[in-house]
């Protein structure tokens, strides 16, 4: 057993020496993601479905504990679906409001697929950005009031074209990472130890960033000409 592990391992790393920079950001996008997917944010996929797409879909589940949840966001949602309402068979039965949670609420501590995301309208991405800023859903509808909690990480399918088909700027920029179709090519072949990206999340309450950090990237999205409060890592 101890050989065949060695093995494994070696192979692991000739796979990782031989990976191109687009598929190793792709792996590394994967990773970080899966370690804290509310805390980044989201990850947008800019590329059509295939292959290499699926592969990289899966290997992120794969890297998600077990028993995350996870929602799939169809194209034209509405407010109910994803924000919730009132539950009216419930409440015809019980004789008093009872709330259906939305989509957001029920995959909190999730992650949540957003579909088809070029297509998104202005009302929903102003939704979804509420709802990460916040980590809550506040429900003020069918005369329900309440808040739920909704601390989501959005994987975000981007499947467009041309340049006017992209998501929101809205959403786009509350997502810390994005890729494009280059960096998935071939990736059906690559893999990550689960167990790495386990012990980076065990790790990461213990992690602080000192005044010298922050200042460190302050200056250095100054150097790059970054003028967005909430710009991604591309």
């Known amino acids: 057993r101890r050989r065949m592990h060695r093995a494994g391992g070696s192979r692991r790393r000739r796979a990782a020496a031989g990976m191109n920079a687009p598929a190793a950001d792709a792996l590394a996008a994967a990773a970080l993601f899966a370690i ?3 805390g980044l944010g989201g990850v947008a996929l800019r590329a059509a479905p295939g292959p290499d797409r699926d592969a990289w879909l899966a290997h992120l589940r794969a890297l998600l504990p077990a028993g995350t ?9 509405g407010d109910a679906a994803l924000l919730g309402g009132l539950d009216f068979a419930a409440t015809l039965q019980a004789g008093r409001p009872v709330l259906q949670q939305g989509l957001l609420a029920q ?31 506040a429900l003020e509808r069918d005369g329900l009031a ?16 041309d340049d006017d088909e992209r998501v929101p700027a809205a ?12 960096a998935l090519l071939g990736f059906a072949s690559m893999a990550l130890e689960a167990g790495r990206v386990d012990a980076a999340r065990a790790a990461l309450a213990d992690v602080q960033a000192d005044d010298a950090i922050v200042e460190a990237l302050c200056a250095a999205a ?13």
């Open 222 to 234: 100054l150097a790059l000409g970054v003028d967005s409060l909430r710009a991604s890592h591309q």
């Open 36 to 38: 804290d997917p509310a």
């Open 69 to 77: 949840p996870q929602r799939r966001l169809p194209l034209g949602a």
């Open 107 to 137: 995959a909190h501590g999730g992650v949540v697929t957003l579909a088809m995301a070029e297509r998104t309208t202005p009302a929903t991405a102003a939704r979804l950005a509420a709802v990460m800023d916040t980590g809550e859903v």
């Open 171 to 182: 959403l786009r920029e509350r997502l810390a990472l994005q890729l494009d179709a280059p």
């Open 146 to 161: 309440q808040r739920l909690p909704a601390r989501v990480g959005l994987v975000v399918l981007d499947e467009g074209i």
